[in-house]
């Protein structure tokens, strides 16, 4: 089966710091959704993003099919940033989506 | 619109016993899922169905049983609780846009213990 892999497991920032999150997969893919689940457990939407690039307020996101990687940056972080972020990709057109082993995030003022 | 809603939030079992976990979603989506998040992992599906009265098995299936009575509701059922069972169970909906369901949209998930 496909393989996500996302990288690096854990990131360490001090507010205001910018980062990058990367997700490689093994296979091409219909759908790419990134989320980022808070301390409490909620998984939020953050993109829905196949190809090409899209931002919201502090954060964007690129996909590169071809290349079969996806890029969340985070800019100017805030504490109310941290969490976990997954990316999941949905495989075989159709089907559920494949998550990756996420990227647990501490921001810290 | 709440839409993706999940009950009970919380629960407690003992090994053997069985519970209905329900999702409900209030967006008319096509189709509906049900994953597992264990510690350090991502969601891993269990069941999933792609219209009212159709269910499938996902990645990880054995041990639950599914059923979509209604186009707004999608049921978990663990028949004979274990404790690896234990696990943050969530729920998911997507729309269809052209042939194939587009961005899913997940509920606020049920913390359950076996013991």
């Known amino acids: 089966g496909i393989q996500v892999e996302q990288s690096p497991p854990d990131l360490i920032l001090q507010e205001g710091a910018n980062s990058t999150l990367r997700c490689n997969f093994s296979?091409?893919?219909?759908?790419l959704q990134w989320f980022h689940q808070n301390p409490w457990g909620q998984l939020i939407n953050l993109f829905y993003i196949p190809s090409g690039t899209k931002q919201n307020g502090r954060l964007s996101a690129t996909t590169v099919a071809t290349e079969r990687y996806s890029l969340l940056y985070i800019s100017s972080s805030q504490t109310t940033d941290s969490g976990v972020y997954f990316c999941a990709v949905e495989w075989v057109a159709g089907t559920a989506l494949i998550f990756g082993k996420g990227t647990t995030l501490s921001v810290s003022s | 619109n709440a839409g993706v809603t999940q009950t009970p939030k919380f629960r407690v079992l003992k090994t053997g016993q069985s519970m209905t976990l329900l999702c409900a979603q209030d967006?008319?989506?096509?189709?509906m899922y049900w994953y597992r998040q264990d510690p350090g992992m991502g969601l891993r599906l269990i069941h999933y169905s792609v219209g009212e009265g159709t269910t499938a098995k996902g990645e990880v299936p054995d041990g639950y049983n599914v059923s979509r009575l209604k186009k707004q509701n999608f049921l978990l059922g663990l028949e004979s609780a274990a404790p690896s069972q234990t696990s943050v169970y969530f729920c998911?909906?997507?729309?269809?846009?052209?042939?194939?369901?587009?961005?899913?949209?997940f509920g606020p998930g049920t913390r359950l213990t076996v013991l």
């Open positions: 296979d091409s893919v219909n759908n």
């Open positions: 998911a909906s997507s729309y269809v846009a052209g042939e194939f369901p587009d961005e899913q949209f």
């Open positions: 967006m008319n989506h096509e189709y």
